[in-house]
């Protein structure tokens, strides 16, 4: 369904999953480099976040670090994984005055060790937070947590503890990284890209998507608000005939 005009809008998203691209076009637009586009980004995550909070939007996703962003020069991985580290340090006293719990969602134990310490210990610091959830996505992909989500099933299988045919859907979510969080009810793109990207393919299921074309670095308070209104917009049925909010 296209946004139209309605006299009755959706609530605001309970959960908000991003794709934060367009850093590195974003950076050459303005002559600089593409590290200077993920640098100016961290902005983009702060702004986004405290409007989140001041919204009352319970749950955000971002993706910050794909499988598939192993891949690029090491030198732009460096960068990325130090600016990880020095964006965690300088906003704790953030995620703590706004109540914000921070998790971390992928296969972490590809991260060097340095990161991977660094957001333990924010994950530590936040547990006890409960307004706002910010689940990172680093070093995430879909297809990877479903595999790991698999073997670990396929292992309570060969141990005889669960029998193939038993096994359901919700057993499959919960043995995801995202366990106990609800799906995404928008899934928002920057950068005019539409792709998913192996991003929560499991989860996005009937999420509504929204693409805009403001490169990430760019994307702050008012996008943000324009993304959620054109959401709000939108009927969702999923699959069924009658409009619903929620499933
Ligand atoms: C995609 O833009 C962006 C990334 C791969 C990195 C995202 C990282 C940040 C926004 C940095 C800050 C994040 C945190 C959590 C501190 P791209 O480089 O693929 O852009 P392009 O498609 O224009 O080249």
Redesign the pocket.
């Known amino acids: 369904m296209t946004e139209d005009s309605r006299d009755t809008l959706l609530p605001l998203p309970e959960h908000v999953a991003i794709i934060?691209?367009?850093?590195?076009?974003?950076a050459k637009s303005q002559g600089l480099e593409?590290v200077d586009?993920?640098r100016v980004?961290?902005g983009?995550?702060r702004a986004v976040l405290e409007e989140s909070r001041r919204l009352g939007i319970r749950y955000v996703t971002?993706?910050?670090?794909?499988t598939e962003?192993w891949k690029r020069p090491e030198e732009e991985v460096v960068a990325?994984m130090s600016?990880?580290i020095k964006?965690?340090e300088q906003e704790l006293p953030l995620f703590l005055e706004n109540d914000i719990r921070l998790r971390a969602i992928g296969d972490l134990e590809r991260l060097p060790s340095e990161v991977r310490i660094s957001l333990q210990d924010k994950i530590e610091r936040t547990k006890h937070c409960e307004s706002l959830d910010l689940l990172?996505a680093v070093s995430y992909g879909s297809r990877n947590e479903l595999t790991r989500a698999f073997r670990s099933l396929s292992k309570r299988i060969e141990q005889g503890k669960l029998s193939a045919s038993e096994l359901t859907e919700e057993m499959i979510t919960d043995s995801l990284d995202t366990a106990g969080i609800p799906d995404p009810d928008l899934l928002i793109r920057t950068?005019s890209e539409f792709r998913i990207s192996n991003f929560l393919l499991w989860q996005l299921a009937y999420s509504e998507i929204v693409v805009t074309d403001v490169?990430?670095p760019d994307f702050r308070e008012e996008e943000l608000n324009n993304c959620i209104d054109r959401y709000r917009r939108r009927k969702r049925r999923f699959g069924g005939l009658e409009e619903v909010e929620h499933v």
């Open positions: 934060m691209d367009g850093n590195g076009r974003w593409r586009g993920h980004g961290a983009s995550v971002l993706y910050a670090f794909s962003n990325l600016l990880f964006h965690l990172l950068s490169h990430w």
